[in-house]
């Protein structure tokens, strides 16, 4: 059963996106499929989760970038997790080593968001 809260949050789920995966596309999707497990608990205790990949990847194709690694990547990337941060309530981090990631949590604490470390720890939360 969805839970309904009064005032849905959008998070952000920030984690390991590109490190250690030397750019693998194989490994890149490992590491956005290990993002994405966090948004059905996400939406299921009633909030809207949020990937910044699920955003910036579609505009650096759109920018002419074929990889990551593609030099436009910079101008994308990390600029569209600041955009975004904009809008969401608060972060999700997940465990893993992450320079973006470690970015997302710095602004979000200087705006002043929460930062969850746990899933568990997410107003209204539930298990499955």
Not at 18 to 36: I, K, M, V, Y
Not at 54 to 74: E, I, M
Request: glycine residues 10%; proline residues 9%.
């Amino acid at each position: 059963m969805l839970r309904r809260m009064s005032k849905p949050l959008m998070i952000l789920i920030a984690g390991p996106f590109r490190s250690g995966t030397g750019d693998d596309p194989e490994l890149l999707a490992r590491n956005l499929a290990r993002l994405e497990e966090a948004a059905w608990p996400i939406f299921r205790s009633g909030h809207v989760p949020m990937i910044g990949e699920w955003v910036a990847l579609p505009v650096l194709r759109g920018a002419g970038g074929k990889t990551v690694a593609d030099p436009v990547a910079k101008e994308v990337m990390y600029p569209t997790a600041d955009r975004l941060l904009h809008h969401c309530d608060a972060v999700l981090r997940l465990p893993g080593e992450s320079t973006g990631a470690d970015q997302d949590v710095a602004i979000a604490l200087s705006r002043g968001l929460p930062v969850y470390h746990h899933i568990e720890d997410i107003p209204g939360y539930q298990a499955a």
